[in-house]
């Protein structure tokens, strides 16, 4: 059997999600993966390295009863991290369990890695599929690897190596603080590992508010963690240990871990209609890229999220069945780095706001009870509002993340500042703060 319905190619969580969803509408889908079903998320992405989040967050939280509840001792163990990111969330890594779940709703499952050889076409090895009605291409993306003086030559590590690690490195060098980099960076510091983080731009976080990523590089060097923001690295060697020059200096460690980036590639993609130069696949509100070609998921530029991925899998496989649906909307994408304090952002920040020619207002908050009472001075509420409704926010604190989807919410639904002013928030909880920072906004447009 080599012709069907749809071939979805690529089974990340967008692909997995549309490709499940047209099989359970009657249509005969064929799924293409060279990797495990699922992609990345089940396996090194968003599952397991939350685990590990939350296991380095036990810890920070059992150093702070000192000053707040006594005294404790810390001895942190990886093991029971590792048994728990291998056999509970990765399922040593075999995607028996979610290839089985797809066949057995219909679907049509085949192994290897495919390529678009004409409209409607993928071939797999010998094997040339066709599609009556389109391709879903959802491929995911993959490291970027820097283009370094002997990176290529060593043992460096990708996220993938460091979830899967059965131990902890006794020094660490991150490159790139981006949110993985982050989370990773603070993990294996909480359990032990000495860590130097380089990113060459000139804050952390460089796509949110620059407050955010100054206020995670003061916890992470309160933390212990060395941050070095406007650097690069120009040399990779290794011989027993890394050796990484950054401006003038080398640093040294045991590990190096590379999370500079993702990646697309749209090799072959010429032969329907997609330009292959591009970083991304352009599509419009119903995730149509060409004639009979739909995309989703990380090829579309539009955020390296399994939310988004998912969004646009759904979009994309009700309009293929026909449906009236909505289409994509991505003023209000919600994003959360997972670190200790969360930085949950929603929207524009206040530098792309300006840049897309908004008149824009702030309002900004640092303090709250709840903050006071939880012990911690690390927190941040930013509001970007234009004509009178919010296009961005930001909350950084305990339960940044949480407090974002409030904020996501007001974004999406162009919910007026004064309706939001006008509002009651629960006394004393994080997300009080909103209040705060909507009277520091609206404070702005007064004379």
């Not at 599609?131 to 820097?146: E, K, N, Y």
């Not at 070609?293 to 990380?298: F, L, M, P």
Request: proline fraction near 4%; hydrophobic fraction near 40%.
């Amino acid at each position: 059997m080599n012709e069907f319905d749809v071939i979805v190619l690529g089974m990340g969580p967008g692909g997995e999600d549309a490709a499940g969803r047209l099989v359970e509408a009657g249509l005969s889908v064929a799924a293409v993966e060279a990797g495990l079903v699922g992609g990345e998320c089940p396996y090194w992405g968003c599952v397991p390295s939350k685990m590990m989040i939350r296991a380095a967050h036990v810890l920070g939280e059992a150093r702070r009863v000192s000053g707040l509840a006594g005294s404790s001792a810390v001895t942190p163990d990886w093991s029971p991290v590792a048994k728990r990111v291998r056999e509970e969330a990765a399922d040593n890594w075999d995607d028996k369990a979610a290839a089985d779940r797809f066949e057995k709703k219909g679907g049509h499952l085949v192994r290897g890695h495919g390529t678009v050889t004409g409209p409607r076409e993928v071939t797999v090895g010998d094997r040339v599929l066709r599609a009556r009605r389109g391709l879903l291409i959802s491929t995911g993306s993959t490291p970027v690897i820097p283009d370094i003086d002997g990176l290529s030559e060593t043992p460096y590590w990708t996220n993938r190596d460091a979830v899967s690690t059965e131990s902890v490195p006794e020094s660490m060098i991150v490159l790139g603080g981006g949110a993985i980099g982050l989370e990773l960076a603070q993990v294996f510091a909480r359990f032990g590992s000495r860590v130097t983080v380089i990113e060459a731009a000139p804050s952390l976080l460089s796509g949110e508010e620059p407050e955010a990523g100054e206020l995670i590089a003061k916890v992470f060097r309160d933390e212990g963690i060395r941050v070095l923001t406007g650097v690069s690295a120009s040399r990779v060697r290794f011989e027993d240990r890394f050796a990484v020059t950054a401006g003038d200096e080398v640093i040294e460690a045991e590990t190096l871990l590379v999370v500079a980036g993702r990646k697309t590639d749209l090799t072959g993609l010429s032969v329907v209609g997609i330009e292959e130069n591009q970083k991304f696949i352009p599509t419009d509100p119903h995730m149509r890229a060409a004639d009979g070609v739909w995309a989703a998921g990380d090829v579309t530029g539009r955020g390296g999220f399994t939310h988004v991925a998912n969004y646009q899998g759904r979009i994309a496989a009700l309009d293929i069945l026909g449906e009236e649906v909505a289409g994509a909307d991505y003023r209000a994408v919600p994003r959360v780095t997972y670190t200790d304090p969360e930085v949950g952002a929603v929207g524009l920040t206040e530098r792309q706001a300006r840049d897309e020619g908004l008149a824009v207002t702030v309002g900004v908050t640092t303090a709250g009870a709840r903050d006071w009472i939880h012990g911690t001075k690390d927190i941040l509420i930013k509001l970007v509002a234009s004509d009178g409704v919010l296009v961005g926010a930001t909350a950084v604190g305990p339960a940044g993340g949480e407090v974002m989807g409030a904020l996501a919410v007001a974004v999406h639904a162009r919910v007026p500042v004064m309706t939001l002013r006008s509002m009651m928030y629960a006394y004393p909880t994080f997300h009080r703060g909103i209040e705060d920072a909507l009277k520091n906004l609206l404070n702005q447009d007064r004379p």
